[in-house]
Structure formats: C-alpha cells, structure tokens
C-alpha cells in the first residue's frame, strides 16, 4: 500500500498533535514539518525524527516528495498558506475556522474550482461520537422536527490566555456547536442576536459570548462560550448540548464526566476523548479525523462528512454574529 506523504505547515499545541497523529497513521508517512521559530522547529523535529524542515511554507509546497498538507496555523495566518497549498497541487487539510472573514473563505472556495484534489476543513466534532449519533437519529426522523437547540462550550482562563490575542471565545469555539446545529437541521440562520464582554481588559477579544439564531425552518439556536471559567475549574472542556424536537429530545454531556481524577490539588475531568495518548500512542477523535481524511485521498474521493461550503457558511454566520454583538442589535442574514 502506498503511504500518503505529509508535511505539517503550524507547530503550535495543536500542530504538534498533528504531527504527533500522522506519524502514527498508518496511511500517513510524515515527511516534512514548517514553522516560522527556528528554535521550535528543531525541538519538533528532533522529537519526532522528521528530516525535512522549514521555516517557509513556500518551500515546504514546492517540495514534490509531498502529497498532502496539514495547516494548523493561527486562523489569521489561514488564507494565504491554504491558497499556495491548493496551487501547488497538494491534499490540504485545514484546521478550523476556514478562515478569519468570509471574503478570505470565498477565495479558498473559488480556489478549489481548479483543483482536483482533496480538501477539508478540521471540524472535529463532526468525528465525535455522541454528536455522529446525534445526527444520526435526528436524520431517522427521531425527534421530529427541530424546535430548538442550545449549547455550551465553556473553558478556564488558564486555557485560553493564550488564545483571545488572536480569536474570540465566541468565535474560536461558537463555530463548533453551530455547525453542528446547522448539520443537524440542514436550515440557515435568519437573524441573530448576540451579547458578549471581556473579563480581561488587557486581552484583544471578548472571553464571553451568547448568541440567539433563529432558523429559515423555524428552530431557535443559542450556542454559548465562556472562556473566563475560574482557574480550579475541573473541566478541560465543559461541553454540553440540548436538542429538542416536537417528538424527541437529545442531552449530550461531553465535558468528561466519564473519566473523574481526585488528587490533592481537587477534582477534574481531563480531556479523555479528543487527543488522548494510551499506551504511547495518539488516540481519539482527532486520530479519526485524520484518517478519514487520509481515507478520501487514497480513495480519490472528496471529503462528505463536511464540505468547504458548510465550513464557509459557519463562519459567516458566528462572525454576524460578532456584528451583532458590537452594535448591539439583532442583525437579518441575506435571503
């Protein structure tokens, strides 16, 4: 079998997961990685035995031994290594968000049109169980029809310090459960009215956000997203859904309950299920994203568990729903 050769453009936290993940697939054969800090990059390598380095993307993309690439970089530093991966003519899996503005997304989507090569974006909880099962009954016609949605997706200050001087807490996981819930109803979004603030003035982006959507089939949605739990907060993620229909009802908790660790510094629920390592080994659902990504590629096949259109159309929806968050009024999407 012929392995997929694959370089990983961003080695933060979660790039370095990626890297991580693909040396363990066994569809994948991690050839190159990319970072801008020389220092990390050397660290990374070293770690994980990979031979090929750069601190361009440009020329990591121009190396023809490469197959596919994973961007994980800031969403702000999306659109432009995304753009020369498609002209290059690799597979390109991209972390989500698409991108920080719809204007950048619709360059990557008019991009695709002259490519034939796989493309995805990384919306992870799409390839999580509880949520898969969830669409699966709703598909089955088991709660009827949707009338009204709400999640949260709350996190300690101590996870996100590092996030807000670049995303919002609203945006950063608000698109999440939103395209989720735009998954489970096949609806848009009409209107939407959104709330947020900032606990911690000397951070870029609000660390708390609400937003109301109502639906063109009639459901209600409310996605919230605290980033300003208190430090000994037990939680890696405190997920949480509510899916009512006019025959059913769907409650997910996915904060990780199932796996409680008492020690002297308190109670905790670690993150057990995304990006766990068992044994040595990478486990979860970022594993299972990967690999069915890899899947597609071998296959020839584009990506259906979701389309560059749904990963577009979920920004435009959680950024209008930032515009309605700063002029403070319910703001109509464009029929």
């Not at 392995?3 to 080695?11: A, D, E, P, S």
């Not at 089955?140 to 009204?148: K, Q, T």
């Not at 870029?204 to 409310?222: C, E, Q």
């Amino acid at each position: 079998m012929n392995r997929i050769r694959c370089g990983v453009i961003g080695l933060g936290w979660f790039g370095e997961h990626h890297v991580d993940t693909l040396k363990q697939l066994p569809l994948a054969e991690l050839t190159a990685i990319c970072t801008r800090n020389p220092v990390r990059l050397h660290e990374v390598a070293a770690k994980y035995g990979v031979s090929q380095t750069y601190t361009d993307y440009r020329e990591l993309l121009a190396n023809p031994d490469i197959d596919l690439v994973s961007i994980v970089t800031h969403v702000g530093d999306h659109l432009e290594p995304t753009l020369a991966a498609i002209r290059a003519g690799k597979h390109v899996f991209l972390e989500k968000p698409m991108a920080d503005s719809v204007e950048a997304c619709d360059q990557i989507l008019a991009a695709l049109q002259s490519t034939n090569k796989a493309f995805m974006v990384g919306h992870i909880c799409r390839f999580d169980s509880v949520y898969a099962l969830a669409k699966e009954e709703i598909a089955a016609g088991s709660l009827g029809r949707i009338i009204s949605l709400h999640a949260r997706r709350n996190l300690a200050k101590w996870i996100t310090e590092s996030h807000l001087p670049k995303i919002s807490a609203l945006f950063g996981d608000g698109v999440h459960d939103l395209d989720l819930m735009l998954w489970y109803t096949g609806a848009k979004p009409k209107t939407v009215y959104a709330q947020t603030s900032n606990s911690r003035p000397h951070l870029p982006h609000d660390d708390l956000g609400w937003a109301m959507f109502r639906f063109d089939d009639g459901a209600i949605a409310v996605i919230e997203n605290v980033w300003c739990l208190p430090e000994n907060a037990p939680f890696a993620i405190d997920a949480r859904m509510e899916i009512i229909g006019t025959e059913g009802a769907i409650y997910i908790d996915n904060s990780g309950g199932q796996y409680t660790l008492l020690t002297k510094k308190g109670l905790s629920y670690p993150q057990s299920t995304y990006w766990p390592k068992v044994h040595g080994l990478r486990r979860g659902y970022l594993k299972e994203e990967l690999d069915y990504f890899l899947k597609c590629v071998l296959a020839g096949e584009a990506p259906s568990v979701i389309t560059p259109q749904e990963s577009r159309d979920v920004v435009h929806a959680v950024l209008m729903a930032e515009r309605s968050a700063r002029e403070n009024r319910l703001v109509e999407f464009s029929p």
